[in-house]
């Protein structure tokens, strides 16, 4: 099993920064995709940026320019740095660890981190 957590969340102003990290249990190469999610209450989870074992990256089209997703490989983590945020970020972000199996797609997730943007 995959332990995922996150860390990083908090409350910043409009216009500010922050950055995300996930972190995995397991050896990064054995995972093939890493996800970020996010939900408010009463909305269904978006996908914020995916990043796959290859490099690539999709980011969601509300934070195209201004998030982006990075594999630290050293550390098994990924981060999710995330600028110019908007009070429309605000949600509960949450890390999603996919990897292949015998048995098809594994998912794994982490509990989430509240970020809050708010003047």
């Known amino acids: 099993q995959v332990h995922v957590v996150e860390s990083g969340g908090g409350l910043v102003q409009p216009g500010g920064s922050l950055r995300l990290s996930c972190t995995l249990s397991v050896d990064i190469f054995s995972i093939s995709d890493v996800n970020w999610y996010r939900q408010t209450p009463g909305k269904q989870r978006e996908l914020v940026a995916h990043?796959?074992?290859?490099?690539?990256?999709v980011y969601g089209d509300s934070v195209k320019g201004r998030f982006t997703i990075a594999r630290d490989n050293a550390k098994n983590t990924v981060h999710l740095q995330m600028n110019y945020l908007k009070p429309e970020d605000t949600a509960v972000y949450y890390c999603?660890?996919?990897?292949?199996?015998?048995?098809?797609?594994?998912?794994?997730w982490g509990r989430g981190t509240q970020v809050t943007v708010s003047s």
């Open positions: 999603n660890a996919r990897r292949p199996s015998d048995y098809g797609w594994l998912d794994s």
């Open positions: 990043v796959r074992s290859g490099g690539s990256t």
